[in-house]
């Protein structure tokens, strides 16, 4: 025989409460007694109250009491039920919370087959689409992290149908025997909303009482505080801080000591890195909560200790009940995964649910199939994306042509220094404020160092593989770029695939693997995303604007010419887009200004000496430009020099490009195409005629620019052909024939380049420049002069000690130590001696090497000379010694204050210029017309979706 009395706590939910009374007087099984409590509310839910229960049954408390402390009121002033052998029971509902006609039945059932069962909930649905589960019980993991057991929006199709033990029952719909609220005090008043009922069920179970979740019996919850639909008055704080506070109390209250330590341990260093990724999405109010929500915790240890004294008895004996349904250990880490991933797909860094059920059983065989089968799905989606299929076919030409490139000692060859060094030595080397290379310098390192730096730290400190990577993997990853940037731009997927195979294997792509063009490599996977990013900043996005200045310094930092380039097109874009959409003028404006502060001291270098423009990162004595580059090869986009296929490839590029012209629809689309197209051509007739110090510049990059341009305008209309081959006739045979000529270009590159191969002068097995006998005999600080005879000039490189990193060969010595240094080596060349080795010397030359053979003129001056003695010589080289002492120049410290301060500069300029670019939030709160239930029980009121965007 059971008593039972019903109590509804109401605050601020007038729009719900209706509904709420009304399934709760019509319950199959009448209640006893009913009980209202009115926490002050505004809304006239005190009137509803009374209308429904009468005056005499209806409690009012000030607006600040919590659910809790309502509920202790009412039991105290309610005296027990008088009937004897009845069994008392208490059933608390949120007036937010309607109970199906048939749930306190269906719960008073499952407590007649258990006697050990002291809290029983219902299964809870949502308030709106009565098809979606909230919840069949809640568990928690030891981080405190709320775990339903339910995928987002999960359907109700009576899969989770039985009675599960689970470790806590929400309040609302919760039924407690009444002799077991007093003997665990009830709800904790410390507790007044969220994580009350998480508490009092754990307590319960300590004590070996069973929670059950009865899913027959049913409630709808619309969940309005969790979910803000209503303000909140307790303690005046978010519902996010204060759930987070609570749920840290709870677990920290009642876990045994040493889970405790462990406990806290894990909230410390898990609540450091949520911080982080919800200010790196730029939600500083939730970075708050969750540093304020812990450091409430920890901050009051008397709060803490009170409430741990307070459950001390039962808690070693009973926490093993409670164990075996917390969250798995495991699940923690593929939450932080979840958030990690929700924060880099541009949403907002939100806790996972979990899949974890709340369920004393374990899981069984049919739910790991179904997670397998899920994993196998999304692995045969992966793998069937046609940008992936493309990647592939990318990877297999790159390395059929690659063939020799692949395997052998150090890469090297053209503009690429054979690749020594790990990653901690570019980022020595790009710190230190004066370099001793070389004949020493005081400027700045070239910021590409710092990028290569990044880059070879993710490949495990190993810059080899980081330059081979970008470098010979520039095909596939510049293909996997443009399909993934241009997905806004051209929609039709046939064409995306077009247009990244096209500009993947453009001459200028194969001409920068056989080149060593490092940068020209890292600018081919960069462009489609400036393409992309720029159609974004005219738009007005700041968060573009940011992320198309940080990826611009990237691409200027390796080839300066890049930025004049874009800055070029920024301006005109905002001569014709900033009067007529609003805030494009100021993305603009970062997008071009960000790269200037990034490499602002550096840069400042660079714009001194204006050939530096034109040239890219590796070595600068090296030509592989064509200075007889005729105009049809630049049309064409050819820019020469080794590893470029023959002009006529692109010639179905150009011919498709033109057919685009004589579209109607689309045309500025375009003409836009066909513009950049142009100006590219133009700067880079421009630059073939210019000359990098002494050496003549490659047009490449420019050209690079121009045909970006010219696949947009070729890809963008491409959607048309479809309905011309379905037209048939002539205008499907025009169709098929742009096809045709379209693929010509890929697959005529492809084929050359897999033919010719991808190599020279870029090479796998280059030499070390170090002789090893001057490896051995060489002093800290004393220097080795490499001596390269050509065409009748000798260029020289001093090494100190050791081969030469990546960037050494930018620096720029001081011009006076540059002047005597080329006169002495001058001075030796010629056979002089005498002075000018007491000058090496003076200037730490300890060896003079000669590598390859030695014309006869050159071993004649090194052999006569009395201050050298030879050490060896053969085909492959030479080697001489300087026989007087010599000298170490000290290091230049004068600028070293100086350079720290821009680098701490640059440091937090570039963590908030990665927190500016990074997603931003974006969260959809669901905005509802609440009105009466249908007469099936559905409201009628609609949802409507709300997406509110942080902006960037």
Request: aromatic letters at 6%; one cysteine or more.
């Amino acid at each position: 025989m059971h008593s039972v009395t019903a109590i509804v706590v109401a605050h601020d939910g007038a729009r719900w409460l209706q509904e709420t009374l009304t399934a709760v007087l019509r319950q199959t099984r009448p209640l006893d007694r009913v009980v209202g409590v009115d926490n002050g509310s505004r809304d006239g839910s005190g009137r509803l109250l009374a209308q429904a229960f009468g005056e005499h049954n209806v409690l009012s408390l000030s607006r600040s009491a919590g659910f809790g402390e309502a509920v202790h009121e009412v039991l105290r002033r309610l005296p027990a039920a008088q009937e004897q052998q009845a069994q008392e029971w208490v059933w608390l509902l949120h007036d937010d919370c309607a109970p199906d006609a048939g749930a306190l039945q269906a719960l008073l059932w499952a407590a007649d087959q258990d006697p050990k069962a002291a809290i029983l909930g219902p299964k809870l649905c949502d308030w709106l689409d009565r098809r979606v589960l909230l919840e069949i019980g809640v568990t928690v993991s030891r981080s405190g992290r709320r775990d339903t057991g339910l995928e987002p929006r999960e359907y109700d199709q009576g899969q989770h149908d039985e009675i599960h033990d689970v470790l806590s029952v929400s309040t609302a719909g919760m039924l407690i025997r009444r002799d077991v609220w007093d003997e665990l005090s009830g709800l904790d008043p410390d507790l007044p909303l969220f994580r009350d009922d998480l508490d009092l069920c754990w307590r319960a179970r300590v004590a070996g009482h069973r929670v059950l979740n009865v899913t027959d019996a049913v409630a709808w919850h619309a969940e309005a505080s969790s979910r803000r639909r209503r303000r909140i008055s307790t303690r005046d704080e978010h519902p996010r801080r204060l759930d987070r506070r609570n749920a840290l109390f709870v677990i920290m209250a009642n876990l045994p000591f040493w889970a405790l330590v462990r406990s806290v341990v894990r909230n410390v260093s898990g609540s450091l890195v949520r911080t982080l990724l919800f200010l790196l999405a730029k939600q500083p109010a939730n970075a708050l909560d969750e540093v304020a929500a812990l450091g409430s915790v920890l901050g009051h240890p008397g709060r803490l200790r009170r409430a741990r004294k307070a459950r001390r008895n039962g808690r070693k004996q009973g926490y093993p009940a409670v164990a075996r349904l917390l969250t798995p250990p495991g699940a923690a880490l593929r939450r932080l995964t979840d958030m990690v991933q929700g924060f880099l797909a541009g949403g907002a860094p939100v806790d996972s649910a979990g899949r974890h059920h709340a369920v004393a059983a374990d899981s069984s065989d049919d739910d790991d199939g179904d997670e397998l089968l899920t994993d196998s799905r999304v692995f045969q989606r992966v793998l069937g994306s046609p940008g992936v299929l493309l990647t592939f076919a990318l990877v297999a030409v790159a390395l059929l042509a690659e063939r020799r490139l692949l395997t052998g000692d150090l890469l090297g060859g053209g503009l690429l220094v054979p690749v020594t060094g790990s990653a901690s030595d570019l980022w020595r080397f790009y710190l230190e404020g004066h370099h001793a290379a070389g004949l020493g310098s005081d400027t700045w390192a070239p910021p590409y160092v710092a990028v290569l730096a990044g880059l070879s730290a993710l490949f495990l400190g190993k810059t080899w593989l980081a330059v081979g990577v970008l470098l010979l993997g520039c095909v596939p990853l510049a293909g996997l770029s443009a399909y993934a940037a241009t997905k806004r731009i051209i929609p039709y997927t046939p064409a995306r695939i077009w247009l990244a195979a096209t500009y993947a294997l453009l001459p200028v792509a194969t001409g920068a693997v056989a080149g060593g063009r490092i940068g020209t490599a890292l600018l081919l996977v960069l462009l489609p995303v400036y393409a992309g990013l720029a159609t974004r900043v005219v738009a007005g996005s700041r968060r573009a604007a940011w992320g198309l200045g940080l990826l611009l310094a990237v691409g200027a930092a390796f080839v300066p010419l890049v930025y004049v380039l874009v800055a070029v097109l920024g301006a005109l874009a905002a001569v014709s887009f900033a009067g007529v959409r609003k805030g494009a003028g100021l993305s603009l404006a970062i997008g071009l200004g960000t790269p200037l502060l990034l490499l602002l001291p550096w840069l400042a270098e660079v714009v001194r000496e204006p050939g530096r423009m034109l040239m890219e990162a590796g070595l600068r004595d090296v030509t592989l430009a064509d200075p007889r580059l005729g105009p049809e090869s630049l049309l064409l986009l050819s820019p020469g020099g080794p590893g470029v296929p023959p002009v006529w490839t692109v010639a179905g590029l150009i011919a498709v490009a033109l057919t685009a012209l004589l579209l109607r629809r689309r045309r500025m689309h375009v003409v836009v195409g066909w513009g950049v197209m142009l100006f590219g051509v133009l700067v880079a007739i421009v630059v073939s005629r210019l000359t990098a110090g002494s050496m003549p510049a490659w047009p490449g990059v420019p050209l690079a620019f121009a045909a970006t341009g010219l696949l947009l305008a070729a890809a963008h209309p491409a959607h048309r052909l479809a309905r011309l081959r379905a037209a048939g006739g002539v205008r499907r045979i025009g169709a098929l024939l742009i096809v045709v000529a379209a693929f010509a270009t890929p697959l005529a590159s492809a084929g050359f380049w897999i033919v010719s191969g991808a190599d020279g002068p870029l090479e796998r097995g280059a030499r070390d420049p170090m002789p090893v006998l001057a490896t051995l005999g060489t002093r800290e600080g004393e220097g080795t002069l490499l001596l390269r005879p050509r065409d009748g000039e000798v260029a020289y490189t001093l090494l100190r000690g050791r081969a030469p990193l990546i960037g050494e060969s930018d620096l720029v010595p001081a011009a006076d130590a540059r002047g005597r240094f080329g006169a002495a080596v001058a001075g030796l060349a010629s056979g002089r001696g005498g002075p000018y080795t007491q000058t090496l010397a003076s200037m730490g030359v300890r060896f003079v090497s000669v590598p390859g053979k030695i014309g006869p003129e050159l071993r004649r001056a090194l052999d006569s000379n009395p201050e050298m003695a030879r050490m060896s010589l053969s085909d492959s080289g030479g080697l001489w010694r300087v026989t007087v002492p010599v000298t170490v120049p000290p290091p230049s410290t004068g600028a070293d204050s100086t350079h720290r301060i821009w680098l701490w500069a640059q440091g937090a300029l570039l963590v908030l210029v990665l927190v500016l670019a990074s997603p931003g939030a974006r969260t959809a709160e669901p905005e509802e017309d609440y009105g009466e239930s249908s007469p099936d029980g559905t409201p009628r009121g609609r949802r409507r979706a709300r997406e509110d965007r942080v902006p960037a």
